[in-house]
């Protein structure tokens, strides 16, 4: 037989700890690692509208506007997946004379967390899309 230790047992419940190190450990990178495709994907979308949007503008320059290019970028994200309320577009620079650069900005919500649908918390990503105005296109 042995003898009873005088500090107490040394051994642990491994079930209990078991259960606490999934739900510490690999419950949040699971999470984290199925919400970073919806980033990537969101990402690329404002990437795209912007760039179609300044490319719509310097097109159709000088008769384009403002409105028309925030259209071209909302349907550009609604074609990649992004909702409509999700996108914000900004046009600091429409390109006022030849060698100007048209510039169009397109902000996308991001959800921080969004697993199966559903998304807890959000952040914003600014896509930016810069081009020139030809210094030698005709009007």
Same mark, same amino acid.
């Given at each position: 037989?042995?003898?009873?230790?005088?500090?107490?047992?040394?051994?642990?419940?491994?079930?209990?700890?078991?259960?606490?190190?999934?739900?510490?450990?690999?419950?949040?990178?699971?999470?984290?690692?199925?919400?970073?495709?919806?980033?990537?994907?969101?990402?690329?979308?404002?990437?795209?509208?912007?760039?179609? @949007?300044?490319?719509?503008?310097?097109?159709?320059?000088?008769?384009?506007?403002?409105?028309?290019?925030?259209?071209?970028?909302?349907?550009?994200?609604?074609?990649?997946?992004?909702?409509?309320?999700?996108?914000?577009?900004?046009?600091?620079?429409?390109?006022?004379?030849?060698?100007?650069?048209?510039?169009?900005?397109?902000?996308?919500?991001?959800?921080?967390?969004?697993?199966?649908?559903?998304?807890?918390?959000?952040?914003?990503?600014? @896509?930016?899309?810069?081009?020139?105005?030809?210094?030698?296109?005709?009007?």
């Amino acid at each position: 037989m042995r003898a009873p230790d005088q500090r107490g047992s040394e051994r642990g419940f491994v079930a209990v700890e078991w259960v606490a190190a999934i739900a510490m450990l690999l419950l949040p990178i699971a999470v984290l690692v199925a919400t970073m495709p919806g980033w990537a994907e969101r990402r690329h979308a404002a990437t795209v509208a912007a760039r179609e @949007a300044a490319r719509d503008l310097v097109d159709n320059w000088p008769n384009a506007t403002p409105e028309s290019a925030v259209l071209v970028a909302i349907d550009v994200a609604a074609d990649h997946g992004v909702d409509a309320t999700d996108v914000a577009v900004r046009v600091p620079s429409v390109g006022e004379v030849r060698g100007d650069d048209v510039v169009v900005e397109v902000e996308v919500t991001m959800p921080a967390i969004g697993v199966s649908g559903m998304s807890v918390g959000s952040w914003h990503y600014t @896509a930016r899309a810069t081009r020139r105005v030809d210094d030698f296109r005709s009007r």
